[in-house]
């Protein structure tokens, strides 16, 4: 039987920490590590109002570091201060003995430590992560959602003192090939790129992340929503070109269609359109000008039946670009006229 996940999302313990409402001992684990650091960013400054504490920060590596330094570090009482941060990275290359007495610890925390292990492979059947998943609050570190990663941007932005138009936002989190380290770094360079202008916009993404304003996956599904084949074709062969990956378009144009669905779906059950706009900006936060402008026009070409279709043609299109030895560009071409024409021939 599955092991079922414990803990909670990033977004929460986020939000968490920032209203102050600290733990002794976390885990963060997973494949998104750089999340960890956002997490213990935040911790830091949240604990001493600062951005480090020479006294009273301690860092840690599995691999480096003996069981007994570590305790120590813990059981030992701040210096003028009411908490101390421990940070211990790769607590899964921990050696026996250190696994064993800080497993103990973590059954009895020290009140005035803050202790926060990392794990990139976190294995539950085993001490520490036995003891931790019952005793810490465990943030499993996955790839954000598509629907977080615009907020998470803002918030980046934000931090740099600055600002970034919801569009833009949205144009950066439309790539699916990029890690949220590399996303963090397009916040940086986007900020230093704007100077002393408080406000990044699409021409700026354009710039210095290299997303074209007119041939990305944010448009290719806009065209492809209001049916534009002739559009939605010269979009796709100009990603094509320069190198997007047609399975990464793929995933975005099925969140595009799950988005249309729950339009259509509530639509011809007879649900008001205000109650609509405001479903989709609570569940999936699409913001009333874009529901206005994108979102609710291209719903009007699609039932829901038809969209049904539009998942089972890009579900074949996924597994041909996986398996098939047909060229990926024909693929691509094929589903696009699917998606607007149907099969029709």
């Known amino acids: 039987m599955a092991r079922q996940e414990k803990g909670v999302h990033y977004q929460t313990a986020l939000k968490n920490i920032k209203k102050g409402d600290l733990a002794l ?23 001493f109002n600062a951005e480090k504490d020479d006294f009273n920060l301690h860092i840690f590596y599995g691999k480096e570091s003996r069981g007994e330094d570590i305790l120590n570090a813990a059981m030992s009482f ?17 050696d026996k003995n250190s696994t064993d007495s800080l497993s103990d610890y973590f059954k009895n925390p020290h009140d005035s430590t803050i202790f926060v292990a990392v794990s990139g492979k ?53 790539r699916s090939d990029v890690s949220m380290r590399d996303l963090y770094n397009q916040i940086e360079k986007l900020c230093t790129y704007v100077g002393a202008r408080d406000t990044i916009n699409e021409e700026d993404i354009e710039s210095v ?4 304003r007119q041939y990305n996956i944010f448009e290719l599904c806009n065209a492809i929503g209001m049916k534009d084949l002739a559009r939605a074709l010269t979009i796709f062969n100009q990603m094509y070109y320069f190198g997007e990956q ?5 995933v975005m144009l099925h969140r595009q269609f799950v988005l249309l669905w729950q339009i259509c779906d509530k639509r011809e059950a007879g649900r008001p359109l205000k109650e ?10 699409i913001y009333p000008n874009f529901f206005q402008n994108d979102y609710w026009p291209q719903a009007q070409n699609f039932s829901t039946a038809e969209i049904q279709e539009c998942f089972s043609y890009l579900l074949d299109a996924d597994v041909q670009l996986k398996s098939s030895s047909v060229k990926n560009d024909m693929i691509m071409q094929k589903v696009i006229f699917q998606l607007i024409r149907g099969n029709a021939t």
């Open 246 to 250: 047609p399975v990464g378009m793929i």
């Open 78 to 94: 701040p210096i003028m201060a009411e908490k101390k941060v421990i940070i211990l990275k790769d607590v899964e290359q921990l």
């Open 209 to 212: 992340v290299g997303i074209s």
């Open 25 to 47: 001992n976390y885990l963060f684990y997973g494949e998104e590590l750089f999340l960890a650091d956002d997490l213990i960013d935040t911790i830091i400054f949240k604990t």
């Open 276 to 285: 609509i706009e405001n479903f989709m900006m609570a569940n999936y936060r």
């Open 122 to 174: 976190a294995d539950f059947r085993k001490n520490p992560f036995k003891i931790l998943e019952q005793k810490a609050v465990c943030v499993k570190l996955e790839k954000l959602s598509d629907r977080d990663i615009p907020d998470w941007i803002e918030a980046g932005v934000m931090q740099k003192k600055k600002k970034i138009e919801p569009r833009a936002a949205m144009l950066m989190a439309a």
